[in-house]
């Protein structure tokens, strides 16, 4: 049963929003179908194609339900068709009819980010609020909001039309990046990830992959996450200590997930290269050298001088700075971290503070970079990340 | 279908600075995106300046109190609308996108009873 939750969860949420035409309606339909299940499987088995069965009585209950609301409403019953087991054809452009809904870019990033792991993955609303570390009133007020703009302002369920397409499949990217992300490193507490929150970051990449197989950056996407995802075990040391990738043990690099991102990549190289097309690049380089010492900083330095020409950022650019320290120097790194020292975006962004701190460090400026180390402290809300700093303190006293 | 108030919201002091030839294009750019939209649209009008604005707010008690100017004061004021008529919000968004505010921008808000 949890597996057909979360295997099966956006197929029939999907396909019965279509039916149903409202959100609500669907998910109660989905929820009670799942009960159902509960139930009807116990007693008969899981049948031959458990998503089919879901969606079958999800959407018979949807038609009901709407049916009746239209007797009530308009006195015009529809037509409903019996559905019988495996009649109703799930197309997976539901899934992706649901996903572009979701993240459509008239709702807030953080609206979109929540309505996905609500509508798309299947969590509750309390899952959602603890992963992001807001009440759960909270985010059930969120996830209200979001639902009743979609109605009420016509956001429609449906495909962008060609014109929108590629400014509506970066904003799904986004979201199923940022949902990774928010998984990779917690904002907070005392784990450094959420690995539930990754694995579904993972899940989602690997849906919008398989909806939008035409689609480079969907691929790269994939890529990126699989090749960071390959290096999880490795961040973290038997004590819970965060390992710098510097010192990590790279036999405990997931061998089979770097092999399916970096195939990806190859079979992406034709397209132009997108952003995820250029940090999954870079994630590569990472993956493909043996050791440490190996690393073609280079490389990597002339991939982030492409990012940062066509999508700036404070945080990439300081990514850049950290290679141009291994191509140049830890001297050089600091000089180019100056112009970044000002910029507000990085003013309480603890990885600024303990890049400096490193690069101090390497150039054996003891007493500055055990400053800048306090600083990053003072910013990090993170236990491992905290805990971290704290022993570079201390190697160094 | 639904309908969408398309609100044109302009910087007056830009306009005020600006050149009159700058006007005379936003008016001409106006007639061609009527033209080019004709089908979506059902009205759409310019609005006197700010300061010709008036606002009515009731006192709580059955009578009200009038003040000279707009109900919020910001730097951005609207200064005119199109009612438009479309399938969805992303056809209400790309029509919108065609609307001329080079002091500004739109804000696009469902009609929800009458229109």
Redesign the interface.
């Known amino acids: 049963m949890a597996e057909a939750h979360s295997s099966e969860w956006a197929f029939v949420l999907a396909a019965t929003a279509r039916v149903a035409a409202d959100l609500d309606l669907a998910e109660d339909c989905v929820q009670d179908a799942y009960a159902k299940a509960l139930v009807h499987w116990r007693e008969q088995g899981v049948p031959r194609r458990p998503g089919a069965w879901l969606t079958t009585v999800a959407t018979r209950r949807a038609l009901e339900l709407r049916r009746r609301a239209d007797v009530a409403q308009r006195k015009l019953p529809l037509l409903v068709p019996e559905p019988a087991e495996d009649s109703v054809e799930v197309f997976p452009d539901d899934r992706l009819r649901l996903v572009f809904t979701c993240c459509?870019p008239?709702l807030a990033q953080e609206a979109q980010i929540a309505l996905t792991l609500r509508l798309v993955c299947g969590l509750s609303s309390a899952e959602i609020a603890k992963a992001f570390l807001v009440k759960e009133a909270t985010m059930q007020a969120r996830i209200t909001r979001a639902k009743h703009k979609i109605s009420?302002?016509?956001?429609?369920y449906?495909i962008?039309?060609l014109?929108?397409l590629p400014e509506r499949i970066d904003a799904v990217l986004d979201v199923v990046h940022l949902v990774y992300t928010a998984g990779h490193t917690a904002a907070d507490g005392a784990e450094l990830t959420r690995p539930d929150l990754a694995r579904r970051g993972l899940d989602l990449a690997r849906m919008v992959r398989l909806l939008l197989p035409d689609s480079g950056e969907a691929a790269a996407l994939l890529a990126l996450l699989l090749l960071t995802q390959a290096r999880q075990a490795a961040r973290v040391d038997d004590a819970g200590q965060l390992v710098l990738m510097e010192d990590q043990d790279r036999s405990v690099w997931d061998r089979s997930l770097i092999d399916e991102g970096l195939a990806l990549i190859h079979e992406a190289l034709g397209w132009p290269a997108g952003r995820f097309g250029l940090m999954a690049a870079i994630a590569a380089v990472h993956a493909e050298a043996e050791r440490w010492e190996d690393t073609d900083w280079s490389e990597i330095l002339g991939l982030y001088d492409l990012l940062l020409a066509r999508w700036p950022s404070p945080v990439v650019a300081l990514n850049r700075v950290v290679a141009l320290s291994y191509v140049e120097g830890p001297s050089a790194g600091l000089e180019a971290l100056r112009s970044l020292a000002d910029d507000p975006a990085l003013a309480t962004y603890p990885y600024l503070a303990s890049t400096r701190a490193e690069l101090l460090r390497r150039t054996g400026r003891w007493d500055e970079a055990a400053a800048a180390y306090e600083e990053a402290l003072a910013f990090t809300s993170n236990a491992v990340e905290a805990e971290f700093l704290t022993r570079r303190l201390r190697r160094g006293a | 279908m639904g309908k969408y108030l398309v609100m044109i919201y302009d910087n007056e002091a830009a306009w005020a600075a600006a050149d009159p030839s700058v006007a005379e294009t936003n008016h001409k750019n106006h007639q061609a995106f009527a033209e080019a939209n004709g089908a979506a649209l059902r009205g759409g009008a310019q609005l006197g300046e700010s300061s010709t604005a008036t606002s009515i707010r009731s006192d709580g008690s059955g009578g009200f109190v009038v003040t000279d100017g707009t109900f919020v004061e910001t730097k951005e004021v609207m200064g005119g609308y199109y009612l438009i008529e479309a399938a969805d919000l992303d056809e209400a968004l790309s029509i919108a996108k065609q609307v001329p505010s080079p002091m500004g921008g739109v804000e696009v808000r469902p009609i929800i009873n009458g229109g």
């Open positions: 459509h008239a009420r302002s016509g956001i429609a449906r962008p039309r014109a929108d």
